[in-house]
């Protein structure tokens, strides 16, 4: 089990989960963050820090954001718009940098 970032994070990138992060297994999109399911120890320390409280686990997704759990895995496993290869596990968000971009469904996804 991992945790899950869901839909009140789409527009508002707050990123203080990012701060709260110890392994830096947060990772940001265009529109949103999403936390790296290879990365990430389930040590909590993010959810509390999100302001609009959109970090869940992913087995307590609210009924209607269960599409989150696999947009979260697919932003890591499969290549984003304009990438030739998946992010897999970059070994840190902060080294990484921004991505940019985002999974087709949270690009598109309307609130």
Excluded: H, S, W
Excluded at 55 to 60: A, L, Q, T
Excluded at 85 to 90: D, N, R, S, V
């Amino acid at each position: 089990m991992t945790f899950v970032i869901g839909a009140d994070c789409v527009d508002v990138l707050d990123r203080a989960c990012v701060e709260e992060c110890p392994l830096d297994c947060i990772y940001i999109g265009d529109r949103m963050a999403y936390i790296n399911p290879d990365e990430c120890t389930d040590c909590g320390a993010c959810e509390p820090a999100c302001p609009v409280e959109a970090i869940y686990y992913e087995d307590d997704m609210p009924d209607g954001q269960e599409v989150f759990v696999a947009e979260n895995r697919r932003f890591f496993d499969e290549p984003l718009p304009g990438r030739t290869e998946a992010l897999g596990a970059p070994g840190g968000a902060f080294r990484f940098g921004k991505a940019g971009v985002d999974t087709p469904f949270v690009a598109a996804y309307q609130r």
